[in-house]
C-alpha cells in the first residue's frame, strides 16, 4: 500500500460531509477507523496516511476539515506532524487517536496545536461526536484524558527559590540575623527583609523558623553540611 491514497467521494446534492483523513501506521487500525466512520452521514474520509510525513502532504494537497493522527508512527511522529499540520496553510483541526494517556503525550499534543485527544476505545458514536466537534472548532477529550488534565490543574504549583533566595534561607537555618545574612553575602539588611518576604509568600508562612521547616521538608534547601560560616 502507498504511504498514502486518496478516497473517491460520490458526488451528492446533500450538505457538503465533513472531510476526515486518518494518519496512522497500524494498517488494521486505520482500516477499522476508516470502517467505524464509513457509514456516517455527514462525515467522509477522503485520504489516509501510514506515518506522519506522509499524512502532512496529504493534509497540504486535500486540506480536510478534520485530520485523526496517532502519536507513535515512523518516519514522523504525531506530535512533529501535527505542529506542521497545525502551523501549515491548510484549516485542519488535528483530533488525536491513540492508545497512549499519560500526561507526557496529552501536554505534548495539546502544545503542539491539537484541538482534541481521543482514546482508541472510543465508540463509533464518541468518535463521530468528536469530529463533528472538532470540525467545528470545539476541543474534543476522551473522558480520562479530561479527568487527568482536570487533576494536573488541581496539583499545586512547584515552589522555587532562587538562588539568593535559597542563600538568604539558608542563613536563617544557620542562625544568623539579617544583619549577619547581610554581611555574609554582601548584601543590604533591606534587601535580605525583601528576600525573606518573598519567601514567605512562596512558602505560605509567617516566619523565619517555619520558613525553614517548610523549605527543608520540601526540598527546597541544599544540604546543610559543610555549609561556610559567618
Known amino acids: 500500500m502507498p504511504a ?3 478516497a473517491q467521494t ?3 446534492t446533500d450538505p457538503a460531509p465533513i472531510r476526515v483523513v486518518v494518519v496512522d501506521d497500524h494498517t488494521v487500525m ?7 466512520l464509513a457509514p456516517v452521514p455527514d462525515i467522509a474520509v477522503v485520504g489516509e496516511a501510514d506515518d506522519g510525513r506522509a499524512g502532512v502532504a496529504l493534509v497540504e494537497r486535500l486540506t480536510p476539515d478534520v485530520a485523526l493522527v496517532d502519536l507513535r508512527m515512523p518516519v514522523m511522529d504525531g506530535v512533529a506532524a501535527t505542529v506542521a499540520i ?3 496553510p ?3 483541526r488535528v ?4 492508545t497512549y494517556d499519560t500526561d507526557v503525550e496529552i501536554e505534548r499534543a495539546v502544545e503542539a496545536g491539537a484541538i482534541g485527544y481521543l482514546l482508541k476505545d472510543t465508540t463509533a458514536e464518541q468518535l463521530a461526536e468528536a469530529v463533528r466537534g472538532a470540525a467545528r472548532g470545539e476541543t474534543v477529550l476522551a473522558p480520562r484524558v479530561a479527568e487527568r488534565l482536570v487533576a494536573r490543574m488541581r496539583r499545586p504549583a512547584p515552589v522555587v527559590l532562587t538562588a539568593r533566595e535559597q542563600d538568604v ?3 536563617v537555618a544557620d542562625g544568623l540575623s539579617n544583619a549577619e545574612i547581610g554581611r555574609r553575602l554582601v548584601i543590604a539588611e533591606a534587601t535580605v527583609k525583601t528576600h525573606l518576604l518573598r519567601v514567605f509568600a512562596k512558602l505560605d508562612v509567617g516566619d523565619r523558623t517555619r520558613a525553614v521547616v517548610v523549605a527543608l521538608e520540601q526540598g527546597l534547601l541544599p544540604d546543610r553540611e559543610g555549609r561556610a560560616g559567618g
Open 90 to 92: 491548510a484549516p485542519t
Open 169 to 171: 534561607l539558608g542563613a
Open 4 to 6: 498514502a491514497h486518496e
Open 10 to 12: 460520490p458526488a451528492t
Open 86 to 88: 497545525a502551523s501549515g
Open 95 to 98: 483530533l488525536i487517536l491513540t
Open 30 to 36: 486505520r482500516a477499522g477507523v476508516v470502517a467505524l
